[in-house]
Each structure stands twice: as structure tokens, then as C-alpha cells.
């Protein structure tokens, strides 16, 4: 039972390997028309309003702006630090 086990398995890894080498290469193939893949760069921003009413007169508006341009939006999530950074070893 086990060694069946073990070469069910093995085929299973196999098959997921195998669809993903395929998959790759499919993808490598494509045409992109000469331009990266991605999001094109936008301007502006994209304004978000969410309204919470508790109904007892109650609530909390919030408006948020999500830029457009896809660095710019990747920029937000990175944290700012004041001075060098530290790691772990350092104490």
C-alpha cells in the first residue's frame, strides 16, 4: 500500500511539473505587440467615497484616492523610515 501510495504521488507531481513547464512556455510564446506586461502608467486618481450609518444618527464617511498609476499605488505600501534601516541583528 504504501509503495502505491508513493507512486500515485510521484504521478501527481509529475502532472502538476509537467502543466507547468507547459504553461511557461506557452506564456513565452506569446505576442505583447513589443510592450512590457502590465498596466499601463495612468494620471490621476480614482476617488473612492464609502458612507457608514449606524442609524442611530451615528456613522463615519470615508474618501479615499487610489492613484491611477500602478508605481505610484506600489509606492503607498512601501514604509517610510527615518534614518538607516535596521535589521534584526542589530538590536
Known amino acids: 500500500m504504501t509503495a502505491l501510495a508513493a507512486g500515485i504521488g510521484a504521478f501527481i507531481v509529475a502532472l502538476l511539473l509537467g502543466r507547468a513547464i507547459w504553461i511557461l512556455r506557452a506564456e513565452t510564446r506569446q505576442e505583447h505587440d513589443g ?24 456613522g463615519h464617511q470615508l474618501i479615499t484616492r487610489v492613484p491611477k498609476d500602478p508605481q505610484e499605488y506600489a509606492r503607498a505600501f512601501v514604509p517610510r523610515h527615518n534614518g538607516h534601516h535596521r535589521s534584526e541583528s542589530d538590536g
Do not use: C, E
Not at 490621476?44 to 464609502?50: E, K, M, N, R
Open 35 to 58: 510592450r512590457p506586461r502590465g498596466i499601463p502608467p495612468g494620471t490621476g486618481y480614482t476617488q473612492i467615497d464609502s458612507n457608514y450609518s449606524s442609524g442611530l444618527g451615528g
